[in-house]
């Protein structure tokens, strides 16, 4: 299922994407962002590929890639810590360096926004960010998102704490 915007695409991921998924997952400077903190072989990226159904009630989440000119994966977006009863899931994205600040963040939120509400019925969306990370939060901001909380040393860096910025959406 391929879900368009302007000048992006939203897909699901493909075992040619292994390659990419395995660059992105493995760029220890987001891993601050992210709850990420080891490394990623390919075999256990292809074994995540393979397995994942795209469906957020088998999987739980859904992650999409992020394609510029139907060709060219440019990031991924995921809906996780998906929550049925209460009919929220949060959102993750991340670009390639040379792709931020493009605009290409802001069309995939605001497709996945669509998506969430008119193909899943989810009610809420929500990101944590470091609230340092003034691009995410205007980015987020601009499509939609409000600032209803400060989660005071939320995220972890080694030994230092950062505040965090709860941005919620209701569709």
């Not at 929550?83 to 802001?106: F, S, T, V």
């Amino acid at each position: 299922m391929t879900y368009q915007a302007d000048a992006i695409t939203l897909r699901a991921m493909e075992p040619e994407d292994l390659d990419f998924l395995y660059k992105i997952e493995n760029d220890e400077s987001i891993w601050s962002i992210s709850a990420t903190n080891v490394p990623y072989s390919r075999y256990v990226l292809r074994n995540y590929i393979a397995t994942a159904q795209n469906d957020i009630y088998a999987d739980g989440q859904v992650r999409l890639i992020i394609e510029k000119a139907y060709q060219t994966p440019i990031g991924v977006i995921d809906l996780i810590a998906f929550d049925p009863k209460n009919r929220r899931a949060e959102l993750g994205i991340i670009l390639q360096k040379e792709h931020q600040h493009r605009g290409y963040g802001l069309k995939a939120i605001c497709r996945i926004r669509q998506y969430a509400h008119s193909v899943l019925h989810l009610r809420q969306l929500y990101a944590y960010v470091d609230e340092t990370n003034k691009a995410s939060l205007k980015c987020l901001q601009a499509a939609g998102f409000e600032s209803t909380a400060i989660l005071k040393d939320w995220l972890s860096e080694g030994t230092k704490f950062r505040n965090a910025i709860l941005m919620q959406l209701f569709l």
